[in-house]
């Protein structure tokens, strides 16, 4: 009897401990699940938000060619238009350029070391297209802008290469998609 009762809590001891071993394995792939899903999101918002920060680029440099020159001047003068103000540009910009900076923090904290590269990559491209919209004279056509539309191609190849590493490391289904439609690719063959 002695060694029944014995042996049935060595049994009960046995289930709980597989049982505590199993719930904190299942924690533990919970919390992986967790980490790789906020990773996803950060690259996710990285890629959107670079490219939301590239179109606001753009109007910027539209804004600068629109409103430069002589009727620029008599418009402010005149006060039918009112000039522009740099906090609200500021406080424009920033909103986006917080939450990519949080997002590039997020993949530089949790990612792995291509995916950081990458990320700097689509970063340090977002930047160029902005350098070169600011840099525009304003004076010339809007069409001829050799540096942006350069700096847009790197940009959106550093996007391509970002989106196709987060599909591997994601797992995503199927993992080498074609990212550019054949009339984007085109533009970026005849172009390059």
Known sequence: MKSEVIAALVASGLTASASI???AVQAWLARIREDRAALQRSYVALLALSLR???KAEVLRR???FRSGLREASNLLWGSQKPLDLMELHDWLTADMAALEAAWAEVWVSGDAEGIRLSNDVVDGFSNVMEAAMQTSGKRDMQDEDDLMQAL???AEARRL???HVRRVMKARPREVELFTDASA???QGAG
Do not use: E, I, N, P
């Open 21 to 23: 071993g199993v719930v």
């Open 186 to 188: 085109a533009v970026q």
């Open 162 to 164: 970002l989106a196709l």
């Open 153 to 155: 191609r790197q940009f």
């Open 63 to 65: 804004q600068k060619h």
């Open 53 to 55: 920060l590239a179109q």
